[in-house]
T-cell receptor, first 111, second 116 residues
Framework: DAKTTQPNSMESNEEEPVHLPCNHS???????IHWYRQLPSQGPEYVIH?????VNNRMASLAIAEDRKSSTLILHRATLRDAAVYYC????????????WGAGTKLIIKP | DAMVIQNPRYQVTQFGKPVTLSCSQT?????MYWYQQKSSQAPKLLFH???????NEADTPDNFQSRRPNTSFCFLDIRSPGLGDAAMYLC???????????????FGSGTQLSVL
């Protein structure tokens, strides 16, 4: 089964870039890599997703390793509002609807 | 504007007393999901509906049931809540097949269930 591994927590200073890593060494060739974040007392919200190429949107960038066994979510200028748990997610091969969630990385932003 | 709305935000029930959590959506999405999230853990999928087709996860206890009377509404029924069922319950929607088809999930703010 696909599985993701993330650090439990990371700290960053406000206004600095943040790189959140995720390992997914058992990823299949057709699995998309999704990132969601969960702010305190809120439901998760979509951040970004990708398959092979690096992706950019207004929230973040996603850098995917050439072998697809790891990826990095990049927040270019972290603000206090970016403090959240960030989940790296893959799709389960056996079910079109089941998401394989990583344990999440709690991002702490220091003012 | 809220697109996936969960009510109530906080729910307290007694051990063994049935409880229903509700979810509504204004997105007209085909798929609705119910997740259970315990403290400091990732959300765990309980079941989902693709339109009217119900799909239960293999490890979801029989104590948990769901109803989807129409596209907009979905309910989570816990028939006999135990102390271990205290958790945040999250409703989510997606337009079609979810991440397998590249569709985003949209989550509500959740209902925090306490069992006394």
């Amino acid at each position: 089964d696909a599985k993701t591994t993330q650090p439990n927590s990371m700290e960053s200073n406000e206004e600095e870039p943040v790189h959140l890593p995720c390992n997914h060494s058992t990823i299949s060739g057709t699995d998309y890599i999704h990132w969601y974040r969960q702010l305190p007392s809120q439901g998760p919200e979509y951040v970004i997703h990708g398959l092979t190429s690096n992706v950019n949107n207004r929230m973040a960038s996603l850098a995917i390793a050439e072998d697809r066994k790891s990826s990095t979510l990049i927040l270019h200028r972290a603000t206090l509002r970016d403090a959240a748990v960030y989940y790296c997610i893959l799709r389960d091969l056996d079910s079109n609807y089941q998401l394989i969630w990583g344990a999440g990385t709690k991002l702490i932003i220091k003012p | 504007d809220a697109m996936v709305i969960q009510n109530p935000r906080y729910q307290v029930t007694q051990f063994g007393k049935p409880v229903t959590l509700s979810c509504s959506q204004t997105l007209n999405h085909n798929v609705m999901y119910w997740y259970q999230q315990k403290s400091s853990q990732a959300p765990k999928l309980l079941f989902h509906y693709y339109d009217k087709d119900f799909n239960n996860e293999a490890d979801t206890p029989d104590n948990f049931q769901s109803r989807r009377p129409n596209t907009s509404f979905c309910f989570l029924d816990i028939r006999s809540p135990g102390l271990g069922d205290a958790a945040m319950y999250l409703c989510a929607t997606s337009r079609a097949g979810g991440p397998a088809t590249n569709e985003k999930l949209f989550f509500g703010s959740g209902t925090q269930l306490s069992v006394l």
